[in-house]
Each structure stands twice: as C-alpha cells, then as structure tokens.
C-alpha cells in the first residue's frame, strides 16, 4: 500500500528535531555535524538569530497579501540585489525550479519581442542540474531525469561541460540563450574553467543570444564570493538564485538586465506566495550579513583551512579518496568507494555530507562554521573514511 507521504525520496533513517549553527539533534539526543546545511541552504546555520528575529517580527505584523499590493520588503531586497550586481530587475520565486520556469520564459519572451520568434532553442551541458520542472529536467536531458515523463518540452540541446567547441556546432540561428552553472552541484561540484565561462559570453554576444547563469547552489558567498561567475569578470543576462538566499526559509529570484526582462510585462508572469513578506523579512536580513566584504574574507579564509585539512585527509585515505575539488565553501571528494557508503559511514560518525554525481561527496557548511567545527568535521571524516573502507 503506497504511504500518506508520495515515495518520491529514499530517506536517510534519521529525524531531526533541532539544529543550532552547525548542528543538527536527532528525536533520540544524538548531535551530527551538518555539513551538507540543508544542500546549500541553511547558509548562516540553524537557527541564527538574526534570521529568527527578523521571521518573528513580520510574522507578527503580516504573512501574505498576495502581489495583487505592494510588499515593501520586495522593494528592499530588489534594490540590494540590483546595488550588488549586475541586474537592473528582479522577479521573486519560491524555489530554484520556479527561477528556472521563468528564465525559460523570459529567454523566449525576449526574442518574440524582438521579431525572432523562431530562436527557442537553449544550450545546456551534461551533467547539469536546474530542477524537476518540465523545464528543467528537459535542459538536463539526462536518463534519470527524463525517464517516463515524455513527450519532453522541446527546444533544448545538450553539450559536453565545458566544451566550447561543441557550444559552438550546437548553435544555430535558432539559439535563444545558453544555460549554465558556474559550478555543477548535483553533477559532482565541477567548476567551469574561467575561459571557457568567458567564451560563453562571447559566444552569445556574438549570436544575439543570452547567457542564464544557474547560481541557485554556488550563489550567495558559497564560493567565497557574493555569486560565482564575479571569478571571471563577465555578467549575465539572467541569473537564477534561491537555496541560500532564503536561509532556510523558501525563496529565489531571476535577476535580469533591462534588456533582456523587456518582454515581461504586465500578465506575462505571477506567483501567488512568490516574494511574500516572510520570505522578504528573511531574505534581506541574509543578504545584510552575506554581502559584506569582510563576512566574505572569513569565508575564503575558512574554505582554505577546509581544503587544506581535506587534502590531508584524501593522503590518509588513498583507498578510499581520490581527491579534493571546488571552490570556497562548496567542495566535492572524488571517492574510489561508493559514495554512498561514505555518506552512509558519516551517520554513523555523527556528520552529514550530500551525494553527488560522479561519485563524489558534498561539503556544504554553513559559511558561519567554525574553525573549532573545522577541525571537528575532519576527525569525523577520518572515522568515516576508516568505516567505508572495511564496508
């Protein structure tokens, strides 16, 4: 008999009932050393205060209005975002697929507006993942995502990561846009080489086309700068952001330059909850602590003391580990045993890590951990490492 609760997840055997910082406690007292936060989520750590404040206060004045009024908290947080980067706009969602939907949409809207309604097709890489929306899973194009949910949304095409040889055969006078995270997450925290991000702009530019840069999991300080692609120098058109942004609490955005959000006009889009008072209260006090020069300095600072001890850690563990990779605070260890062992023989240490794809293991903190938790995480993964390798 299929259970109240759809069996979508193959759950890990644990219930957690409180967190603080970097730590979660399970229903039975055990403490476990979170260091997945939620997938890229909790980014200021369970239960911060200035988040909890800032919830409570406006749940105390008001929860929902809906976006037929303003929400003055919008206007807020938009206007921190535009100040911060590259966008002129910004459109407010629940989630990463929502960003996702509308990213498509504003593609497309983009080029009808401009008399081009036949460049609908949008590049997107092996490996990716923009969530499970029609939409979404049809950019990935892999297996495990589209199986049985035919006929697909039709307009995407898929190319190796980071091959700019092949973006260039795959586009055509139908190419709308290029879609791409500057770092997978789900594909097994790849970063894509400066040069070639780069080259995607060009490219663009060179065709009329728009560059969606996903930072939905590597945006938000997890790299150690406010959003990744500020590595390389190049600007978006549309970026979609959420995970991080909320703390914990739903929420994503699409932020857009003026030129390409023109074709949004009034009718073109909605959402009921998306940018409600909550969210917006919670939002702008993470992005008071996040985008803020020296808040940024100690996460570079952290992540390389992280990766430092981690690569001592793969040198201890050569049977188990292959290697260290990523950037600021979202690092992947490429493993020799399954991975899912290692996440499995993290529970039992009292550490929590995230799977990935090619059989790699996330490292998520909360960009608050400390250097005492640092140090903690590491002789939790050695205990780990030890039990995966006799597994």
């Avoid at 074709?263 to 803020?292: C, E, F, Q, R």
């Avoid at 995480?377 to 030890?386: V, Y």
């Amino acid at each position: 008999m299929i259970p109240s609760i759809l069996p979508t997840y193959s759950r890990a055997p644990l219930k957690f009932v409180r967190g603080e910082g970097s730590w979660l406690f399970e229903a039975d007292g055990r403490r476990f050393l979170d260091m997945g936060s939620g997938i890229a989520v909790t980014l200021l750590g369970h239960a911060n205060p200035t988040l909890v404040d800032a919830l409570t206060s406006q749940a105390n004045a008001l929860w929902h209005v809906s976006n037929l009024y303003e929400i003055p908290g919008q206007v807020e947080l938009a206007d921190r975002l535009v100040e911060a980067t590259f966008a002129d706009t910004v459109f407010f969602t629940n989630s990463g697929t929502e960003a996702c939907e509308l990213a498509v949409k504003m593609v497309r809207k983009y080029h009808c507006e401009n008399d081009r309604p036949e460049r609908v097709e949008i590049i997107a890489f092996d490996g990716c993942f923009h969530g499970r929306s029609s939409a979404a899973i049809a950019a990935s194009g892999a297996e495990k995502m589209v199986k049985g949910f035919g006929p697909l949304l039709p307009g995407f095409v898929q190319v190796p990561f980071g091959d700019i040889d092949a973006v260039r055969a795959a586009a055509a006078d139908s190419c709308a846009a290029i879609i791409v995270e500057p770092v997978q997450g789900e594909g097994g925290i790849v970063p894509l080489p400066d040069e070639s991000l780069k080259a995607l702009r060009q490219i663009c530019d060179d065709m009329g086309a728009l560059l969606i840069l996903d930072e939905v999991q590597c945006g938000m300080g997890r790299t150690g700068r406010l959003f990744a692609h500020e590595r390389t120098g190049i600007s978006p058109d549309i970026m979609m952001i959420a995970k991080g942004i909320g703390g914990g609490f739903p929420l994503g955005a699409v932020l857009a330059t003026e030129n390409a959000a023109a074709g949004m006009t009034v009718g073109t889009h909605g959402s009921t909850y998306g940018g409600n008072p909550l969210a917006m209260a919670v939002g702008n006090a993470v992005m008071k602590t996040v985008a803020d020069d020296a808040f940024l300095a100690e996460v570079n600072r952290k992540a390389g003391l992280l990766r430092q001890k981690l690569e001592g850690l793969v040198a201890e563990h050569p049977d188990v580990f292959e290697g260290i990779r990523g950037e600021g605070l979202m690092l992947g260890i490429k493993c020799k045993v399954p991975n899912a062992d290692v996440v499995k023989a993290g529970f039992d240490a009292g550490i929590i890590t995230v799977p990935a794809g090619d059989n790699v293991v996330r490292l998520l903190p909360a960009l608050t951990i400390g250097d005492d938790e640092i140090a903690e995480a590491l002789t939790r993964l050695d205990k780990t490492a030890t039990a995966a390798k006799a597994a």
